[in-house]
């Protein structure tokens, strides 16, 4: 264990118990402070506002209002947020952090950069999700409703270029208050590099290698099930679900569908051999993908790819885009491939369909390449990160206290 046990990390974070990628890094982040004694703040939403100690670390619970306004599922942007600020301001002066960290610009995420700029704590905040995109998406989808018919291609197609551009420098000015960056692929850490002139450093995702297992595998049919997990909504482009159903012999397959949003019904009325369940998480969601064939992810806005990765533990190779974080998981012909279109895609489903030999080496290499990296590892490089952001300026709390 490297991480400098002096540090004292205060963590603002807008998902803890939902079933995403943030949520799983967050509750993630908090084990590994827990099992080396690292002290650390963690303010994050709740059913209930309270506060508590518990060893080495100090909790901040906020319930949000039920005015907030719904952004997905389970998750929403509580505008009177600031009426916790004196219990807020309280757990920052008792806990003296050395640097908070925000995991972005929702609720919880402004009330962190609130506190690093007034008491001079020095900020670090990573990206979790291209909200630009899927900002931009979600409005093409809605003009893309019979009810917009008369507007012309090229008006929505402006106004949607628009909305990606202005929630792009949105964002960009909150992640431009922090000293240090954190993205979850190459990708982004250029881009955010070029986008805020902040160093920025790489904070990939692990899965627990010993529960996301082959071992789990118990089905004995011969269907061949094709699987997907996540938000079932415009930007994961899950409609392409259906095109690879058209390109496929009837009855040579089923689909295994976990997850909600928009698009669930849609897909209901479409796909013939499906089968849904909400969103899964721990064993049951183990479970779910040791018995899944093949892995499926056509979604481009994706930062990382949580469940490709979790397939991939479990000896299901992917199918993936071009755009986007899966990509960096997926090593083409080994443990998957990355295609560069919606027919390329749909042509790769169908021939690893139609090789079984070559499917079961490459359910051999999907499990090497998800072992490559654990949460120990990702979080030592964090705290490398914070104590550089520390060592940057003296921080102003103590003398404000």
């Given amino acids: 264990m490297s991480a400098s046990p002096s540090i004292r990390v205060a963590y603002f974070t807008d998902s ?63 505008p009177l947020l600031p009426r916790h600020l004196l219990r807020l301001r309280a757990a920052v002066r008792r806990f003296q952090p050395d640097v908070l960290h925000v995991t972005g610009p929702g609720d919880i995420g402004l009330m962190g950069a609130y506190f690093s700029f007034y008491y001079g704590i020095p900020l670090v905040a990573s990206w979790h999700n291209n909200l630009h995109e899927l900002a931009a998406r979600r409005l093409r989808f809605l003009l893309d409703h019979p009810v917009f018919a008369l507007l012309p291609r090229a008006y929505t197609e402006f106004v949607t270029a628009l909305t990606e551009r202005g929630a792009l420098e949105s964002v960009t000015l909150f992640y431009k208050l922090a000293r240090r960056l954190f993205a979850p692929n190459p990708d982004l850490v250029r881009f955010l590099e070029e986008q805020t002139g902040r160093p920025v450093s790489l904070m990939p995702r692990a899965v627990d290698t010993r529960l996301f297992h082959p071992g789990r595998r118990f089905r004995q049919d011969g269907a061949f099930t094709l699987g997907f997990a996540g938000r079932l909504q415009p930007e994961k482009n899950v409609r392409l679900l259906v095109q690879v159903q058209k390109a496929l012999p009837a009855g040579s397959h089923r689909f295994q569908i976990i997850g909600e949003g928009f698009e669930r019904a849609w897909l209901k009325r479409r796909l013939r051999r499906a089968e849904f369940s909400d969103f899964l998480d721990g064993e049951a969601l183990a479970d779910a993908y040791a018995n899944m064939d093949l892995f499926l992810n056509p979604s481009m806005t994706d930062t990382y790819g949580t469940s490709v990765h979790e397939a991939l533990a479990s000896g299901v190779p992917a199918i993936v885009m071009n755009q986007g974080g899966p990509r960096h998981l997926i090593t083409s012909g080994e443990n998957g491939h990355v295609c560069q279109s919606d027919l390329h895609f749909v042509r790769r489903v169908a021939e690893l369909i139609a090789n079984p030999v070559e499917l079961q080496r490459m359910r051999v290499e999907a499990r090497e390449s998800a072992c490559c990296v654990s949460w120990d590892r990702v979080f030592e490089d964090v705290y490398q990160v914070y104590e550089s952001a520390c060592g940057q300026l003296p921080t102003n709390l103590r003398v404000a206290s």
């Fill in 16 to 78: 803890f118990d939902e079933v995403n990628g943030l949520a799983r890094t967050s509750r993630e982040m908090s084990a590994f402070t827990r099992r080396n004694g690292l002290p650390m703040l963690l303010v994050r939403p709740g059913h209930e506002t309270r506060s508590w100690t518990d060893g080495n670390q100090m909790h901040v619970k906020l319930h949000r209002a039920a005015t907030s306004i719904p952004l997905d599922n389970e998750l929403s942007f509580d």
